[in-house]
C-alpha cells in the first residue's frame, strides 16, 4: 500500500482560461519529523499566486466524479476504510467543504459523525470510545466533523471541560498533553496497520476572515441560525487555540497520518485543496474491483443467455 504523499510531490492543475495552478504538497502539509510555526509557515490566505476561482471550482467539480469512481472501487474491494478528520476555528468552513468536496459520494458508502459536547454516557467512556464507536467498516468512507483531537484543543483551552472526565489524579500540565498526544499517535498507528486511512484537514482561518464571515452571519437573516454566542466567545482565546492548533499538529503530524493546513480564507481554495488530496491518496491504494474467476464468468454468460430466450 503506497498511502503515504511525498511532500515534493507538485500539484499541477489546469484551471480554466488562466492557465496552471501548482504548488508543492508540502506547501499545505505538515511535514513529519519537523516543528512549524502556524503563524509563520501557513499562510490562511495562500493560493498558490492563483486567482481563478470559477476554474478552480470546475475542478472541485471534476474531483468530485473521480472521488465517486474511486469509492465504488473502495466500496467493492472491501479492504480498506477511509477515515478524513476536519478540524477548524469557527466559520472556517467545515461543513461546506464536506457538502461540497463529498457530493457525489454515494451516501450508502459514506457517513458524516459531527462531535459535539459529551454526553454523561460519553464522559463515563474513556475519551477515544466515542470515537471508536464511529470508525468506517472497510470499503466505507467515514467523516469526522471535529473529532478526538478535541481532547487536545477545546479540552486543553478550557480546563473545566477536563475536570467533567473523571479521571484519576490530577489530570492536566505538560505531562499529561504530552502523554495524550502520544496516545492518539499509537491509535492512528494501528487504525492504518489495520487498513483504516487516516487523512487529517485543519482548516487554517485568518482571524480578520473571521470576523467578516461572522458579521455576515449576523447581518444576513438567513445566516442568523448559523451565528452562536460561543462562538464569538471562543474567539475572545482566539490565541490560546492557535497555540494549541500548533501543539497538536507539531506533535500528531504522523508518517501514517500527516496533518494536512489548507488554507481557508478563499472557500475555493480550500475546496481544491482538499479533494485533490483525498483523490491522490485513494489513488496511491490501488484499487480495483474484485476479479471474477473464469468459472463464474462462464457461469454468467450461461445466465445470460438463458434470459435472452425468456
Not at 136 to 154: C, D, H, K, T
Not at 155 to 176: D, I, N, R, S, T
Request: hydrophobic share 35%; net charge neutral.
Amino acid at each position: 500500500m503506497k498511502q503515504k504523499l511525498d511532500p515534493d510531490h507538485k500539484i499541477k492543475i489546469a484551471v480554466g482560461d488562466k492557465g496552471k495552478l501548482e504548488f508543492r504538497l508540502g506547501d499545505v502539509m505538515v511535514v513529519p519529523d519537523t516543528k512549524i510555526s502556524l503563524k509563520k509557515d501557513f499562510a490562511p490566505a495562500f493560493t498558490g499566486g492563483f486567482d481563478d476561482k470559477e476554474g478552480a471550482l470546475e475542478h472541485v467539480a471534476a474531483n468530485v466524479t473521480r472521488l465517486s469512481e474511486l469509492q465504488e472501487k473502495l466500496y467493492a474491494q472491501d479492504t480498506y476504510g477511509v477515515l478524513v478528520i476536519f478540524q477548524a476555528i469557527d466559520a472556517a468552513g467545515k461543513d461546506g467543504a464536506i457538502r461540497h468536496v463529498m457530493s457525489g459520494v454515494n451516501p450508502q458508502g459514506c457517513h458524516v459523525t459531527s462531535f459535539k459536547t459529551p454526553s454523561s454516557e460519553e464522559l463515563d467512556h474513556d475519551y477515544l470510545w466515542r470515537a471508536t464507536k464511529a470508525l468506517p467498516q472497510r470499503g466505507m468512507i467515514g467523516i469526522f466533523n471535529r473529532s478526538y483531537y478535541e481532547e487536545v484543543l477545546a479540552v486543553k483551552v478550557h480546563p473545566e471541560y477536563l475536570a467533567k472526565q473523571k479521571l484519576p489524579g490530577k489530570p492536566g500540565g505538560k505531562v499529561f498533553w504530552q502523554r495524550r498526544y502520544k496516545e492518539i499517535n499509537r491509535f492512528e498507528k494501528y487504525l492504518t496497520a489495520n487498513g483504516i486511512v487516516v487523512l487529517k484537514f485543519f482548516l487554517n482561518l485568518s482571524k480578520e476572515e473571521q470576523k467578516k464571515r461572522f458579521m455576515d452571519r449576523i447581518d444576513e437573516p438567513d445566516k442568523n441560525w448559523k451565528f452562536s454566542i460561543s462562538d464569538y466567545e471562543a474567539r475572545a482565546r482566539w490565541d490560546d487555540y492557535q497555540q494549541a492548533f500548533e501543539d497538536m499538529l507539531n506533535h500528531t503530524s504522523t508518517k501514517q497520518a500527516p496533518w494536512f493546513v489548507v488554507p481557508s480564507d478563499n472557500k475555493w481554495f480550500a475546496r481544491m485543496a482538499i479533494s485533490e488530496t483525498i483523490c491522490l491518496t485513494l489513488e496511491r491504494l490501488g484499487l480495483k474491483f474484485p476479479e471474477v474467476s473464469e468459472e463464474t464468468k462462464a457461469e454468467l454468460q450461461r445466465i445470460r443467455e438463458a434470459m435472452l430466450k425468456e
